[in-house]
């Protein structure tokens, strides 16, 4: 069993960045980050695999970063330009090279709020 452990997140206002970092208890081939705001459903913002292979959603392209370090299984969501479509509660989640691209474990995710 993977245990993740997600920081950063919190209150910034519009055109603003956030940092956000998760570090995996064992080792995973993938790490994403999903999010979700209040009444849509959940939706992948960025992962990577192992080999670093990075995939963005439309929305975010341009905006977001995604970095891992595989010694330390931990990946890196770096947030720019930031608007209120981005405030919503981000998930970090892993997948095995078993399930990938099914992502079997969360965190337990953490808000991040955009004002206008």
């Known amino acids: 069993q993977v245990q993740l452990v997600e920081s950063g997140g919190g209150l910034v206002q519009s055109g603003g960045s956030l940092r956000l970092s998760c570090v995996a208890s064992g080792s995973v081939y993938a790490m994403a980050w999903h999010r979700q705001a209040p009444g849509k459903q959940r939706e992948l913002v960025a992962s990577?695999?192992?080999?670093?292979?990075?995939n963005y959603a439309d929305s975010v392209k341009g905006r977001f970063t995604i970095v891992r370090d595989n010694a330390k299984e931990m990946v890196v969501l770096q947030m720019n330009y930031l608007t209120p479509a981005d405030t919503a509660v981000y998930y970090c989640?892993?997948?095995?090279?078993?399930?990938?691209?099914?992502?079997?474990?969360w965190g337990q995710g953490t808000q991040v709020t955009v004002s206008s």
């Open positions: 989640s892993a997948a095995t090279m078993r399930t990938w691209p099914k992502y079997d474990y």
């Open positions: 990577i695999t192992k080999g670093l292979s990075t």
